[in-house]
């Protein structure tokens, strides 16, 4: 009797971690869709390129990270793994057509580890924006941006 | 004449060919003047009072740039606090730069993780110092004479640190020099 309930309870404990990890997972940026990502060269592409129509771009990392280096023209609206972020990011766009092409981007960490944007990209989708890119940083900001060449600016 | 001068020429420059090819089949040991002196900061710890990098010269100092909401750091930090514990004594000191972008969800964090070591907040400023903080977790190694041994970008094995950490403990106190 006593052995059943010790399995019975390592079966739980087991179950109680399974369940924790899959949601860990969920909100990592692992998850999101390919088709819903943008390589950082074909986002410079796209920025360098006349005529074309130019995202929003929002970074929701931190604002350390973002007065160092960020992408000229992108906004920051902060960290969207924490609700204050969600909101701040919420509020940024509301009044804008649920077809504007947005781009999200973090990099404060491997992307498998990135805590930020898929917070973001799944709260803008349930807002109903139907045209967001997250891009894809697949170490930091710094080795896959800055280190690259590209566009660079700095401050607020 | 004319010969001798060509034979002088000749004769320096083989002689400057061979001093180089010694030069550079010599063997590399690395010193402090191989690594750059880490940069000096002083920044508020959580309770307020300063805290300034230069300070801690003679110890061998752990310096980790980390924030409350990255996965990889808060993966680091429990084995950060067990290297504190074991090599305190001996000289290691840990000091967490958090680059979150306020102090109020560090301080919970900080005893949530039991941290045994300060935190500083950091700026845009310090991470400029360090070369561009462009990516969390990233640790510097810093040797008793103030000299930067080791970066680490992302989160790192902790066994990595701690045989690094022996080897800069290691060294004598004697040859730290400010």
Known sequence: ???ATRSATSA???VALAILSIAQAAGQASSIPTPRLINPEDLVKL??????EKPL????GSHVLFTQAHIPGSEYIGPASREPGLQQLRKRVESLPRTKFVVLYCGCCPWSHCPNVKPAD???HAM???NVKVLYISDNFGTNWVDKGYPVAKGE | ?????????VALAALVAVHSLRR???PHVATSKDHLLAPDFTLPQLDGQDLRLSSYRGKVVLLDFWATWCDPCREEIPHFVELQQRYGYRGLQVIGISMDDGSDPVGPFYQQFHMNYPVVMGTAKTGELYGGILGLPITFLIGRDGFIYAKHLGATDAAVFEKEIKSLLAEPLETAKP
């Open chain 1, 128 to 130: 109903g924006f139907t």
């Open chain 1, 47 to 52: 920025l360098q390129t006349s005529g074309k």
């Open chain 2, 1 to 9: 004449m004319k010969w001798l001068f060509v034979a002088t020429t």
């Open chain 1, 12 to 14: 739980l404990i087991f």
């Open chain 1, 122 to 124: 799944d709260a803008l």
């Open chain 1, 1 to 3: 009797m006593r052995i």
């Open chain 1, 57 to 60: 771009m929002i970074q929701v």
């Open chain 2, 24 to 26: 550079s089949a010599a």
